[in-house]
């Protein structure tokens, strides 16, 4: 489809394991498309590559087509009421498949169906993804025509926070007092993994993950950070809604309101497709390879599928691809393979997205969430970082990792070498009312831990002096 790749920094700061490089992404792949051909293509088509562990993604345009489009608010109804229990009811299919009594042959034999099942969840997931972002453009549009140059981060305030699974995650983890795992949210929470791979523990496996994160989290920080995101919402809506004319504001008002409950939608779906089901999917792949008697995320899927029909595995193979994964981590990867897309460069909203490292003049990212603030840099590059997160610092990561929110009630600012205006690190920071900055390739390079850093969430500029920033 195309002749040169993007390093995909925003889902996969590190190497990926064979198992997921040949069943989840390609899963991928087809879902994307999927559902951008029933968007009209709009969202075009996207190829992953994994090379030396790493993932790359190469993006093509597809033909536009015709599609029958639904008012957002029949939309949103239609994915309340059908997209959402349908995730629901997958994940509870999957999560069959890792019963103890259910037989490891059994298990081995799903294997195709399960790897369907996660296609059709993210192609739930990319279908409401991509009407949201068209949504959100189309605000945002009407906002420019009325003279709002800062729109799109705009349109974000406007939604921040939102109802969503998402949120009663967050809210749970906050209130946690005692043990997490006690509450009804762990029966759904137990397989969130680490991170996204099919090596990655999830809280079921490794509790101490959802104990940490909830000894990270504070009441108090969370409410008061809520309170700060509904002060700067409520004062983002009167701007906004006061660019129409009086006739029309009751429609513009009505508009937002979609919008708000199609954002919690996307949410809760990106919790269940885009993570959950990566850890109920582990914990199927673990159940069948009972019958082989390897960790078997080290094989590819043709190899699994022939150790599961009884042929051995080559002696040494799991171990040799350990070591290389290994080897993977200690490398910088090249950002770019051959001659990627003009557009996916020259575009600074995609390019942020895919993670590409463009040289900027300064520290200039994406401002995606509005306010200043000053505090020591703290670089996280890893789970074992998180704890030394300090009240007040400036957390400056790669990407945000679901599993690290609640640390961030602790921080001053968010700083990200990746992501967009609706990434993981640009909501948590709008739903806790801190300015944050994405898309800052390379800011773990430039910063270092412990120095002063100033964050301007509005203009996208980080500076390690205050006199650096844009006045």
Request: charged residues 25%; hydrophobic residues 45%; negative net charge.
């Amino acid at each position: 489809m195309a002749t040169g790749y993007v390093r995909e920094r925003l889902h996969f700061e590190r190497p990926v394991t064979p198992l997921f490089a040949t069943t989840i992404l390609p899963a991928t792949e087809r879902a994307y498309r999927a559902a951008s051909e029933a968007h009209g293509g709009g969202a075009g088509a996207i190829e992953l590559r994994v090379e030396g562990g790493y993932v790359y993604t190469s993006w093509a345009p597809l033909p536009p087509r015709e599609v029958d489009a639904m008012p957002l608010p029949a939309l949103v109804e239609a994915w309340e009421r059908e997209h959402i229990p349908e995730a629901r009811a997958l994940l509870d299919e999957m999560r069959g498949l890792m019963r103890p009594e259910v037989p490891a042959r059994r298990a081995a034999g799903e294997l195709d169906a399960l790897v369907a099942k996660i296609e059709r969840l993210l192609t739930l997931h990319y279908e409401v993804g991509q009407t949201v972002r068209s949504a959100l453009a189309g605000f945002a549009q009407m906002l420019r025509a009325r003279g709002d140059a800062g729109a799109d981060a705009r349109v974000a305030t406007l939604l921040a926070p939102c109802d969503s699974l998402q949120r009663e995650v967050d809210a749970w983890l906050a209130r946690s007092d005692d043990d997490p795992t006690r509450a009804p949210l762990w029966a759904l929470m137990r397989d969130r993994p680490s991170r996204l791979d099919l090596d990655a523990p999830t809280w079921g496996e490794a509790p101490e993950l959802a104990r940490r994160a909830a000894r990270a989290s504070d009441a108090a920080a969370f409410d008061a950070g809520t309170k700060r995101a509904m002060e700067r919402r409520a004062q983002a809506e009167a701007a906004s809604l006061a660019r129409f004319a009086e006739e029309e504001r009751p429609i513009a008002a009505a508009i937002l309101a979609a919008l708000r409950r199609a954002r919690g939608a996307q949410q809760t779906l990106n919790l269940l497709a885009g993570e959950l089901a990566v850890g109920v999917a582990r914990g199927v792949v673990r159940r069948a390879a009972a019958r082989v008697g390897e960790d078997v995320v080290w094989l590819t899927r043709e190899e699994l599928v022939a150790a599961l029909s009884g042929e051995p595995v080559a002696r040494g193979l799991v171990a040799a691809r350990q070591a290389a994964h290994a080897r993977a981590m200690a490398t910088t990867p090249p950002e770019v393979l051959g001659e990627p897309d003009a557009r996916m460069l020259e575009d600074p909203a995609l390019a942020a997205m895919l993670g590409a490292a463009l040289a900027k003049e300064g520290m200039r990212g994406l401002g995606a969430s509005h306010g200043r603030a000053h505090g020591p840099a703290r670089i996280l590059a890893s789970e074992e970082d998180v704890a030394s997160v300090q009240t007040g610092d400036v957390v400056v990561v790669a990407a945000l990792e679901p599993t690290w929110t609640p640390v961030m009630q602790k921080a001053a600012a968010i700083v990200a070498e990746t992501g967009g205006i609706l990434s993981h690190a640009a909501v948590v920071a709008r739903e806790m009312g801190k300015p944050a900055v994405v898309g800052l390739a390379g800011a773990r390079q430039r910063l270092r831990s412990g120095e002063d850093v100033w964050v301007d969430g509005a203009s996208g500029e980080v500076a390690t002096d205050e006199k650096e920033l844009s006045t």
